[in-house]
């Protein structure tokens, strides 16, 4: 077996423990955090802030986390109970949700795929009343034949590799965006985000050097936020986070210089050092009351790669309406979020 994929099912069944405690990032001094902020496998994050106040954060393998503060987090649970998608057969759970609030309940989107299953896979939906579950997957009442959960796979929507959803709302139109070395993509979806809207085309965002895409709006610009390199090798990940940015949703995306993101042309964002490897797939950005921007995003230790991809965090600084974190890796000790 190839050590990419013993990391990878290594991180998996990581994932996979349900483990009822506190994971914390340990600040050393008031108002500070040390990196990782959950020092377990929490692989491609996607968090949101619920209307109880707290964020929850999901991840590969579909457990829960919550926080007040993004830097103290608590076991909440699975997803999924006993109702679970099946729409991709042989795989037991998802990849890579996002989370959203639409309309009157929470939206979890995610990736159902077997590794290398480039034209079997695709997109699910769920919904819950909460934010800590349990999903129960979205069947579209259109539909004679029940999809559990599913939102379309690789080969009916022409996408090869189909993993990765973003979701976006703007201008009271609402977006998927996904892929992954195929080329990264968007469409427009039905007003409750559950199904593709009737008649949408899909445009192509990006070339084919990306994956786990985050589309961010700030200051009258379009950021592109996507992973580059390999995912799962441990030690040797190289996924490096990159940007890009348009003045238009669905683009065209460009580099510092007006290179185009279609041709994988970008600025780079977030890369390892002698700590971390594997920067990438970042989580949604927040902005705490000061006005200050944070992102998450994932990463092994390359003392101990077999924990697993862990969650970090770093403050986004603006420059001339680019994004960048100091020193473009993983801070080990930082200032922390002020969030209320």
């Given at each position: ?18 483990k009822a ?94 590794w290398g ?14 934010p800590e ?208």
């Open positions: 077996m190839k050590p990419a994929l013993l990391f990878f099912l290594a991180t998996c069944l990581s994932c996979l423990s349900a405690q506190i994971i914390t990032a340990s600040p050393l001094l008031q108002n500070t955090y040390t990196n990782p902020v959950i020092a377990d496998s929490y692989a491609d994050p996607s968090y949101i802030l619920a209307d109880n106040g707290y964020f929850y954060l999901y991840g590969t393998g579909e457990n829960i986390m919550k926080s007040k503060d993004l830097v103290n987090w608590t076991y909440v649970g699975r997803a999924f109970s006993t109702h679970r998608p099946d729409f991709v057969t042989g795989v037991k759970y998802y990849w890579a949700p996002c989370i959203n609030k639409i309309n009157d309940q929470y939206v979890l989107y995610f990736a159902m795929s077997k299953g480039i034209d079997s896979c695709g997109i699910g939906v769920a919904v819950s009343s909460t579950g349990p999903f129960m997957p979205y069947d579209n009442p259109l539909t004679a034949e029940k999809e559990n959960g599913k939102l379309f796979l690789s080969y009916e929507i022409g996408v090869r590799n189909s993993i990765d959803p973003c979701y976006i709302e703007d201008n009271g139109h609402k977006y998927m965006f996904w892929g992954s070395f195929h080329g990264i993509y968007a469409i427009e979806l039905s007003d409750d985000g559950l199904t593709i809207k009737p008649g949408a085309q899909k445009t192509k965002i990006a070339g084919n050097a990306y994956e786990g895409t985050y589309i961010y709006k700030k200051d009258g610009y379009y950021y592109f936020f996507g992973s580059k390199g390999s995912c799962c090798d441990g030690a040797n990940s190289t996924y490096t986070t990159v940007c890009a940015r348009s003045t238009n949703l669905l683009g065209p995306y460009t580099n510092k210089i007006g290179e185009l993101l279609t041709n994988n042309k970008h600025e780079i964002m977030i890369s390892g050092n002698s700590k971390w490897a594997g920067t990438g797939h970042n989580a949604e950005i927040t902005t705490d009351i000061n006005g200050n921007t944070w992102i998450l995003y994932h990463a092994y230790s390359k003392k101990n790669p077999e924990i697993g991809r862990m969650v970090l965090m770093d403050q986004v600084k603006w420059e001339n309406n680019w994004p960048y974190i100091e020193g473009g890796t993983p801070s080990s000790r930082a200032a922390a979020p002020i969030l209320k």
